[in-house]
């Protein structure tokens, strides 16, 4: 991870800068969301990508676009968590008292 952090640190930035600003300029959307099914899958297809790069089953340049690829993930959702609470902070407004 290290070796990701110090050759990479340019374009980890790029997605935590990019997560920033999509978590920023996101309008809450009322409408549908995804299925449960369909979370679930992701969640089953991440939590398999997870494994297979922690136990290093992907050798070479593949395994390591894995890697890359998940902490690039990591940071974008990060960054879209930060800039969401950021715009929180920001533009919400406190609640008249009744």
Do not use: E
């Amino acid at each position: 991870m290290m070796y990701l952090a110090t050759f990479n640190w340019g374009w980890l930035l790029g997605a935590a800068l990019l997560g920033l600003a999509m978590g920023w300029i996101a309008v809450v959307h009322r409408g549908k969301g995804l299925s449960r099914t369909a979370l679930q899958r992701t969640g089953v297809i991440l939590m398999v990508l997870i494994v297979v790069s922690l136990s290093r089953l992907l050798p070479g340049r593949p395994g390591y676009w894995l890697d890359l690829g998940l902490f690039m993930l990591t940071a974008y959702l990060a960054g879209c968590f930060v800039g969401s609470w950021l715009r929180h902070q920001v533009v919400s407004r406190p609640t008249p008292p009744a």
